[in-house]
Nanobody, 115 residues
Framework: QVQVVESGGGLVQAGGSLRLSCVVS????????MGWHRQAPGKQREWVATISGGGVTVYAPSARGRFTISRNNTKNMGYLQMKSLKPEDTATYYCLLSTSVNNFWGRGTQVTVSS
């Protein structure tokens, strides 16, 4: 049974930084891509960034240059380092593990950026 659990959200002022973490239970973590998505109130969930099992990263335009996705395959952990945060980054952030047969979502962690 794969479980995905995010942490690290909180309240931060505009211009500040946060580091989100995602821990994944189960085996085979290093073989799968993981990503971060976010959903603001009243809006659709949107993709933020993805990292392959081998460490190749891709970012949404809104995240490029400010966010850094990374992973530690020995710890089954993924991270999203966010800097220069803006009020429009306020959202619930979700971690996604994509295997060959299924996608596994966490329950999300709230990030609120005050102006």
């Amino acid at each position: 049974q794969v479980q995905v659990v995010e942490s690290g959200g909180g309240l931060v002022q505009a211009g500040g930084s946060l580091r989100l973490s995602c821990v994944v239970s189960g085996s085979g973590f290093s073989a799968y891509a993981m990503g971060w998505h976010r959903q603001a109130p009243g809006k659709q969930r949107e993709w933020v960034a993805t990292i392959s099992g081998g460490g190749v990263t891709v970012y949404a335009p809104s995240a490029r240059g400010r966010f850094t996705i990374s992973r530690n395959n020995t710890k089954n952990m993924g991270y999203l380092q966010m800097k220069s945060l803006k009020p429009e980054d306020t959202a619930t952030y979700y971690c996604l593990l994509s295997t060959s047969v299924n996608n596994f979502w966490g329950r999300g962690t709230q990030v609120t950026v005050s102006s």
